[in-house]
């Protein structure tokens, strides 16, 4: 049975790094297919639709994710950004909803950072699917071995 829709979240530790170095990282448009696992392109453009380095509010963000067999596209826009501690957006097409990136230093040289994610996909039957056990364990699973990954990009 699938489960009830439910917003995800997980927080993770990162030792040997700074909020600022984290957050440029996040930033790095360009380096997100080095650590994001099961992503196979994105793209930032401008509110021209041009494309861009930047990631800043207001710009558009298009990413194509691959896992179990499934392609699946994802617009999103940046509403918040506040570095080095939050990155926003909203799910504007290929889901509904929200997300962000949360950065705090949490000691010296010590960083946590949280993902809150809270969307439905389109098509209803995709929705249907994700929330499942089986994808829903794949999908958190794709994201820890994401930090990991990140976490060797920063050093």
Excluded: C
């Amino acid at each position: 049975m699938a489960d009830k829709h439910r917003p995800y979240r997980a927080g993770y530790l990162l030792s040997g790094t700074s909020p600022d170095r984290v957050f440029a990282t996040l930033l790095d448009i360009d380096g997100f297919p080095k650590w994001a696992v099961g992503l196979r392109g994105a793209r930032a453009l401008d509110a021209r639709g041009r494309k861009t380095g930047e990631i800043r509010t207001g710009a558009t963000l298009e990413f194509v994710l691959s896992a179990a067999g499934l392609t699946h596209e994802v617009t999103s826009e940046i509403t918040a950004v506040q570095p080095p501690h939050l990155l926003e957006w909203r799910y504007t097409k290929g889901a509904t909803g929200t997300g962000g990136w949360y950065v705090e230093e949490t000691g010296t040289n010590t960083v946590k950072i949280t993902l809150s994610t809270d969307y439905q996909v389109r098509p209803a039957w995709l929705n249907a699917l994700a929330h499942r056990p089986f994808f829903r364990g794949l999908t958190e699973d794709l994201l820890r071995r994401s930090i990991r990954r990140f976490e060797q990009e920063l050093r």
